[in-house]
């Protein structure tokens, strides 16, 4: 079992950049694949990244390619979601995401594939 904790949130003018960082418990880190996700006021949790066990392979919703870079440590057991030109809507509550015994290239885009989930961390884009 592993437990997931976001932080770096925050308020951000339009434009602007945040990274987000979501640290994980456990020793088995490099086990899992890792996802962002994010939910808007009102909308359902959508994808936003995720990245394989192996760090080698990512993939992004089209509406972050180019802005946003998902990376991990697995040294340091936490995956990074570094977000840039950061639009209003991209406000909203951002989760992270682990899947055990997940396939070594892998990555993953659906919320049921996710095991465990963090309490997630607000990010909000002002116009």
């Known amino acids: 079992q592993v437990q997931l904790g976001e932080s770096g949130g925050g308020l951000v003018q339009a434009g602007g950049s945040l990274r987000l960082s979501c640290a994980a418990s456990g020793r088995t880190f490099s086990s899992y694949a890792m996802g962002w996700f994010r939910q808007a006021p009102g909308k359902e949790r959508e994808f936003v990244a995720a990245i394989s066990r192996s760090g080698d392979f990512s993939y992004y919703t089209d509406s972050v390619k180019g802005r946003f870079t998902i990376s991990r440590d697995n040294a340091k057991n936490t995956v990074y979601l570094q977000m840039a030109s950061l639009k209003p809507e991209d406000t909203a509550v951002y989760y992270c995401?682990?899947?055990?015994?997940?396939?070594?290239?892998?990555?993953?885009?659906?919320?049921?594939?996710?095991?465990?989930w963090g309490q997630g961390t607000q990010v909000t884009v002002s116009s």
């Open positions: 995401a682990a899947k055990q015994e997940a396939r070594l290239f892998v990555t993953y885009t659906t919320r049921t594939s996710y095991d465990y």
